[in-house]
């Protein structure tokens, strides 16, 4: 089952993303990662943060908010045709996680 089918019933939807970059290629993932995330167009992307591991350089981390499921499965569709290139330089493939809500801060 596809983690994606399995949320089409939330609105706005919270998406973690977690990257690890491979030895001697830190700067460029980093620097794809986030140039990628800013320049390029993505309707329905609400906000997005992007962060840095401090104890393992390389290690990269988005949270990213979407109008719904369905704006993030358009973009990751579209986003597929450059999905070889954008990961080169990943030990591995990018960890996705949609996240449900389940407290806030009242602050």
Not at 8 to 27: L, M, P, R, W
Not at 54 to 71: F, M, P, R
Not at 89 to 95: E, I
């Amino acid at each position: 089952m596809n983690i994606l089918e399995n949320s089409k019933n939330y609105n706005s939807v919270t998406i973690f993303i977690e990257i690890h970059a491979k030895d001697g290629q830190e700067e460029v993932a980093r620097k794809v990662f986030t140039t990628t995330i800013a320049t390029t167009e993505k309707p329905g992307l609400l906000s997005y943060e992007i962060f840095e591991d401090s104890s393992d350089k390389g290690t990269l981390y988005s949270i990213q908010e979407w109008e719904n499921v369905e704006a993030f499965q358009a973009h990751m569709s579209a986003a597929k045709s450059g999905l070889k290139e954008a990961t080169e330089m990943l030990r591995d493939m990018p960890r996705i996680s949609i996240l449900n809500q389940i407290g806030r801060s009242a602050l």
